[in-house]
């Protein structure tokens, strides 16, 4: 018993190894950074400036705006597409191609997009065919979300798609059954029983979305600034470490206020 | 003639295949209001699918689907007037025991004092009072079945569909539970079309049996009729256990088997007719060999509770299965014994029409 333990332990040693240097470590690091100043003395000082300062506060509640405009876009285009392709008779193959966009690189997407967005870019030339003249596209509030939207889309799907093939077809033969049309079955049956896959979805694009900041500098043009932005400017920019990693573990804990409110509420009954 | 009831539910040579299986074959059936039927074959033989195109989940290629007379085969299973109890419960696990059975009413539109004296009448009658408030998972199968009746019952159906709902049932619970439901049928005095492959459950539940095998109703009757008069193979051997020879109608009344000569009761058939010759284990007598009317060796037996199930082997090598009270001695000669009306005649590939006609022709001349 005592030998089967030990062996179980040397199984995570490899990812343990890897979870302390690269996680615990960095994190630690950074909780120490925000409550230092630059010459290693301890001080509330960074997140006094902070929250004190209006630029902060304004580029958080962006953080929190873009991203929660990200999620709602992402939901709305995705559950009606999960629930249509579990619908389909070859739904795995049809899933492949919804996931198959998330296997290319993050940096070639985005500036694909530009080739796509840009003055002189694909959808200008189509529309100067009608004699339309070309549009600012790129670098617009509308040219973030629409690119942002695209990247997060598979995740959300994912997990919707999951929790509605979960679910028992007998359930919406029982509902139908009852009385209930395919909207009420709809309201009343499937969408409840797939909020997991909401909540999970909701978790994946949202938290992400909190510190996008590659694509607000290629496809947003720096107009939308988000704590991502921010956090770049002071490690790579300003040098000013304190700050960033104040930024950093404020970005941290509204990532976990967003998994607290949307995990899965346990049930309070016990199993008999 | 003109006051013939309209049958509730009425099949016009209904057909339905599945890609290159066919499932169903021109069925013809006529259910009546308040009665309890049994759809009853093995697994493949199309019984489910006979419920799901009553219920509408599945429509026929051909034929019509009669309730109350009127055609419903493209009516929409959330239009029509029957509900079912799936086999598996199907129950909403994301709302309580009350909202499970408020489904219906609900989406019916009555209001919340309707809705609450509904929900509490049909949990009282299927005595789950007391667990209005619980979640699907705190129930036992037994207690989530009764909540799937209860829902079911709560839309006022003209006719309640029950898809092999006592399978996932143990022994003693499935027995309460068919006096139950034979009780609720009784007392809301609705049709219940019940689905099963037990056929002990069928005959202690039904007025009236459908037999299927092969996506074809091999026979349909009373309990008794069935049990007593199978009218193949396929019925003998599934209903109850059998024991089947081959054997010659040498005449009327007179039937050869295991090379002797017998009277029975059985007529209307070609003299020298190769016939299949039914003898039920619970209508053989063990006896002593000068009393027996055939000579048999017992092989096995097994104590069944309230009987000795014995195996026995004719000299001719057939196989007799017997229902005794009392034990044998293993590898005794013994005789057995039975009475004319005890042995069922079986005619080949013979139709349920041909084989009531028959039996109608001999029976009148009985009489006269």
Partial sequence: MKAKQQRQIFYIVPYGIWLL???????????????????????????????????????????????????????????????????????????????????????????????????????????????????????????????????????????????????????SQASHD????????????????????????????????????????????????????????HFLVTQNWQLGSTIGVILIVAMIVTMILTRDRVRKNIRK | MSEKQVPIIAFNQVDLSFGDTHVLNNIDLEIETG??????????????????????????????????????????????????????????????????????????????????????????????????????????????????????????????????????????????????????????????????????EALAMSDWIFVMNDGVIQQNGSPEDIYDEPINHFVADFIGESNIVDGIMKQDYVVHFVGKDFENVDAGMRTNERVEVVLRPEDLDLTTIENGKLIVTIEDQSFRGDYYEITAIDDDGNEWQVQATNSATMGARVGLTFDPEDIHIMRFNESEDDFDARLESYEDDDES
């Fill in chain 1, 178 to 233: 009852l009385g209930a049309n395919k909207w009420q079955t709809l309201r009343y049956v499937i969408f409840p029983l797939s909020m997991p896959g909401v909540k999970a979805g909701i978790q994946a694009v949202f938290i992400p979305s909190l510190s996008l900041f590659m694509i607000t500098r290629l496809i947003g043009g720096n107009r939308v600034i988000t704590l991502g932005t921010a956090i770049e400017e």
């Fill in chain 1, 21 to 171: 240097l690269f996680v615990i470590a960095p994190l630690m690091l950074m909780l120490f950074q925000s409550f230092t100043t630059s010459n290693g003395h301890f001080t509330l000082g960074n997140y006094g400036a902070y929250f004190g300062s209006g630029t902060y506060l304004r580029m958080t509640f962006n953080s929190v705006w873009y991203a929660f405009l990200i999620t709602v876009i992402t939901l709305v285009i995705s559950y009606p597409t999960a629930y249509l392709l579990n619908q389909l008779k070859q739904k795995q193959f049809w899933l492949l191609l919804v996931i198959l966009p998330t296997w290319i690189n993050l940096l070639l997407k985005t500036y694909a997009f530009i080739g796509l967005l840009s003055k002189t870019g694909t959808v200008n030339s189509f529309i100067s065919f009608w004699g339309v003249a070309p549009q600012q596209l790129l670098f617009s509030d509308w040219s973030f979300l629409l690119v942002a939207a695209y990247i997060e889309i598979p995740f959300m799907i994912l997990p919707i798609f999951n929790s509605l093939a979960e679910i028992d077809p007998r359930l």
């Fill in chain 2, 35 to 200: 009665k309890f039927y049994t759809l009853l074959g093995p697994s493949g033989s199309g019984k489910s699918t006979i419920l799901k195109l009553i219920s509408g989940q599945l429509t026929a290629d051909s034929g019509d689907i009669l309730f109350e007379g009127k055609r419903v085969n493209n009516v929409p299973a959330e239009k029509r007037k029957v509900n079912t109890v799936f086999q598996n419960y199907a129950l909403f696990p994301n709302m309580n025991v009350f909202d499970n059975v408020a489904f219906g009413p609900t989406l019916k539109g009555m209001n919340k004092t309707e809705i609450k004296n509904k929900v509490k009448s049909m949990l009282d009658l299927v005595k789950l009072g007391d667990f209005s408030e619980r979640d699907i998972d705190e129930l036992s199968g037994g207690q989530q079945q009764r909540v799937a009746i209860a829902r079911a019952l709560a839309n006022d159906p003209e006719v309640l569909l029950l898809d092999e709902p006592l399978s996932a049932l143990d022994y003693k619970l499935r027995k309460s539970m068919q006096y139950e439901l034979r009780e609720i049928q009784q007392r809301l005095g609705i049709t219940f079309v019940f689905v099963t492959h037990d056929q002990e």
